[in-house]
């Protein structure tokens, strides 16, 4: 019984450590890349957008973009436009899943 006990006290101390690691979570995701906010990093995916192009404008200003101009959805379902961030001009996409992507 004294031999285990060392194993387990190595045991326990390894289960705390790693639960005191903190894991990843959808908003430090949306911050892979200076250009993406969103959460799905292989966006913007085509497909039936159902969005409308107010909740396409809400999306964006939800994620920090102002003065969104020339919004329109293209032939895969993706809406694309214009808008500035962080005081500069980007072109932005807003996938049906609703990731948004600047470049």
């Known amino acids: 019984m004294?031999?285990?006990?060392p194993f387990a006290a190595a045991f326990v101390i390894g289960i705390g450590a790693a639960a005191a690691q903190t894991v990843g979570t959808a908003a430090d995701e949306s911050k892979a890349g200076p250009d993406i906010t969103n959460?799905?990093?292989?966006?913007p995916i085509a497909g039936a957008n159902s969005f409308t192009e107010d909740q396409a404008?809400?999306?964006l200003e939800q994620?920090?973009?102002?003065?969104?101009?020339?919004?329109?959805?293209?032939?895969?379902?993706?809406w694309r436009g214009t808008?500035?961030?962080d005081?500069?001009?980007v072109s932005v996409a807003i996938d049906y899943q609703g990731?948004?992507?600047?470049k």
């Open 2 to 5: 004294r031999l285990l006990a």
């Open 63 to 78: 994620n920090g973009f102002s003065g969104i101009e020339s919004l329109a959805k293209d032939a895969n379902g993706v």
């Open 87 to 89: 005081g500069r001009a």
């Open 57 to 59: 404008r809400r999306r």
């Open 83 to 85: 808008a500035r961030k």
């Open 39 to 43: 959460i799905n990093p292989a966006a």
């Open 99 to 102: 990731n948004v992507v600047a």
